[in-house]
Nanobody, 129 residues
Framework: QLQPVESGGGLVQPGGSLRLSCVVS???????????VAWFRQAPGREREGVSC?????????VYADSVKGRFTISRDNAKTTVYLQMTSLKPEDTAVYYC??????????????????WGHGTQVTVSS
């Protein structure tokens, strides 16, 4: 059973930066190489929305929501079974719980849709002065 674990959230001022990490544990039966990994976020009173995803199989294809293009960068280190989300120029509207998800079905071509199979428990990001 894959278990993504997020970390790196916190309180940051507008315009600041944070780097979120997602460690995908229990991959002994699989290689993270074959999994698409995505970041989602959910603000209070709002639906969960896709933020970014990264494909596997060496393609490295990435997708970003329009709201974060040019500000967020997703990357992966399969040797460390870790996916990162570098967030810069943060805005108050980026405040949310950020979730990491993984699914082999999105290995070849990821999408930021919410039907990923394995989910983490989230990390809080608060952007406020």
């Amino acid at each position: 059973q894959l278990q993504p674990v997020e970390s790196g959230g916190g309180l940051v001022q507008p315009g600041g930066s944070l780097r979120l990490s997602c460690v995908v544990s229990d991959v002994s039966e699989w290689s993270l190489d074959g999994f698409g990994v995505a970041w989602f976020r959910q603000a209070p009173g709002r639906e969960r929305e896709g933020v970014s995803c990264i494909s596997a199989f060496g393609s490295g294809k990435t997708v970003y929501a329009d709201s974060v293009k040019g500000r967020f960068t997703i990357s992966r280190d399969n040797a460390k079974t870790t996916v990162y989300l570098q967030m810069t120029s943060l805005k108050p509207e980026d405040t949310a719980v950020y979730y990491c998800a993984a699914d082999a079905a999105y290995g070849s071509s990821c999408e930021i849709v919410t039907d990923y199979h394995f989910w983490g428990h989230g990390t809080q990001v608060t952007v406020s002065s």
